[in-house]
DNA sequence: AATTATAGTTTAGTATCTAAACTATATGCC
DNA sequence: GGCATATAGTTTAGATACTAAACTATAATT
């Protein structure tokens, strides 16, 4: 069976995968800081700590720490001690963590746009995926069971109580579960 | 612009390399190693190189020369010296090898391959890339503008001038290059 | 025969990786 | 409150991966 999706996703992977490495290269980076860039321009304000990184790329958090250290020395990163829980400290992208990252990523992916019918095909692989994988966080706040409406401008988490704005609820949560699911007792 | 293909690929990317790193982790072996496998079990019999994988995952063959290595000890890869060119060294999995990656793919992707669009999906998006990146070699036998049709059993590689057996048409090639490009004068 | 190209190794120095021990803060329970 | 347990992050030691550059050896070109 040379044919299924798993050799067809394989294949698209380890492009993309190639892809990264070259333009993390160009910059100046590794894979892993790309990866990390990455995670950090999509998770919301939940989700932007080490231990956050350390679950999200299934790596040690002492391996995460010792990265995030040299990626603020680079400039690449910002920290921000958090108020509410002295443990933990909040990362944030710079300037130059930002171009950074927009470099990599124009580099990366030059595929055209404008076929809606390779969006849906990509939309379609990874909401089979997510489902199949049913739910070990890092999803879409728009698709998790805390998702609440509220008023035009901002929708509630049922978690932490928060209202957040509206543009957050396309930033992937650690915190994410999908509809029936439950992390405890399941 | 949240909800363009970049962004959706960028996801179910990150999300297959997390997975990897995941699978990886547990055969306790990296990301790299697990690359490495998974292309030495879809190349062809003349990509099979510490050249071609440094080629294809962008990094110096240095750096692969020494994971090579300490794959050899681990027992995932054996070395058999080619005798035709005596400065290559052709790269096999082993059956240790073979069940690693064996044991790495299942725990990656478990997606249901039963539904032909998702397949024709991901298809699509990999030929619009590989078509956006015309050519830089590593696409398998059968779309390649050295493939000519043989005799039921074998198909003549037009570059090389070998008769080799039909199953390797879907194997990748270091060659590799679509009909309409060239490689040098272009 | 000399030049150039290709395949691979080795070296030095840096970055990343794991596992485990560590500090500090938060949470749950009596 | 006081104590056990959980969580966030750092540090250490040692292994692996990474780059750039120098190196050997063979092949192809002139």
């Known amino acids: 069976m040379l044919n299924n999706i798993e050799i067809w996703l ?38 932007n700590t080490a231990q956050a990184i350390s679950d999200y790329l299934g790596q040690t958090k002492g391996s995460i720490s010792q990265t995030l250290k040299i990626m603020e020395q680079s400039g690449h ?27 990599m990523t124009q580099k990366m992916v030059q595929i055209p746009d404008d076929d809606p019918e390779l969006v849906d095909g990509i939309k379609k692989v990874l909401k089979a995926w997510q489902l199949n994988h049913h739910n070990s966080g890092f999803g879409q706040c728009l698709s998790c069971k805390y998702h609440q409406k509220a008023t ?15 543009q957050d609820k396309f930033k992937i949560c650690r915190e994410h579960e999908f509809e029936g699911s439950t992390k405890s007792s399941d």
């Not at 160009?26 to 860039?37: A, P, R």
């Not at 990163?77 to 470099?103: A, H, N, S, W």
């Not at 035009?152 to 509206?166: D, S, V």
């Open 10 to 47: 394989e294949r698209l992977s380890s492009l993309y995968i190639s892809q990264m490495r070259q333009a993390a290269s160009e910059q100046g980076v590794q894979l892993v800081n790309l990866e990390i860039l990455q995670y950090l321009s999509i998770c919301n304000d939940y989700s």
């Open 77 to 103: 990163i910002e920290r921000r001690p958090c108020t509410k829980d002295k443990r933990v400290i909040r990362l944030f992208l710079t300037k130059k963590g930002q171009e950074c990252l927009q470099k």
């Open 152 to 166: 035009n401008q901002k929708f509630k988490c049922g978690l932490t109580g928060e209202y957040l704005p509206h």
